[in-house]
């Protein structure tokens, strides 16, 4: 008689930790199922998300005429393949390239992220990087 009481505690322990699990595990589904956070999760994903967009899509722009011609009246001073110049349309840069020399007003010319870009009719052409660059002092 011993043993079959012993093997019916046993037998009553295991079903009383299976039966305790089923509690935990329903009381998880109901937690992750709720109508409550399964809205409060959604919203907080569209937010995070949203905001994360905004910052990674975020261009920094200088387009404002009068800025941009200072910064590369800037760089001419130390870049001789740039040159201010007057045209008829208004003022340009020219610069000189292996195909030869080119102009560019500018009242179509900003700056994005850091690249000199002129406004064209479809695409924007990209003129290249506007960067500090520290002149080498020459050696004596």
Same mark, same amino acid.
Request: charge should be negative; charged fraction near 20%; include cysteine.
């Given at each position: ?33 709720? *109508? /409550?956070?399964? &809205?409060?999760?959604?919203?907080? =994903? =569209? ?9 990674? /899509?975020?261009?920094?722009? &200088?387009?404002? *005429? ?11 001073? #130390?870049? *001789? ?5 007057? %045209?008829?349309?208004? !003022?340009?840069?020219?610069?000189? !390239? ?7 007003? %500018?009242? #179509? ?11 064209? !009719? /479809?695409? #924007?052409? #990209?003129?290249?990087? &506007?960067? /500090? =660059?520290? *002149? ?5």
């Amino acid at each position: 008689m011993l043993g079959s009481t012993a093997a019916g505690a046993s037998a009553a322990g295991t079903t009383g930790i299976i039966a305790g699990s089923a509690g935990v595990g329903a009381a998880i589904t109901s937690v992750l199922m709720a *109508p /409550f956070t399964i &809205v409060a999760g959604a919203l907080t =994903v =569209v937010v995070v998300g949203g905001y994360e967009g905004v910052c990674y /899509f975020q261009i920094e722009r &200088v387009e404002e *005429p009068s800025d941009v011609l200072a910064i590369l009246e800037s760089i001419s001073k #130390n870049d *001789p393949s740039i040159e201010i110049v007057d %045209i008829e349309a208004g !003022r340009a840069i020219q610069l000189d !390239r292996e195909g030869g020399e080119e102009s560019y007003l %500018i009242e #179509n010319l900003y700056i994005a992220d850091g690249d000199l870009m002129h406004r064209d !009719r /479809f695409l #924007n052409t #990209n003129l290249g990087p &506007v960067v /500090f =660059v520290e *002149p080498s002092a020459e050696p004596d």
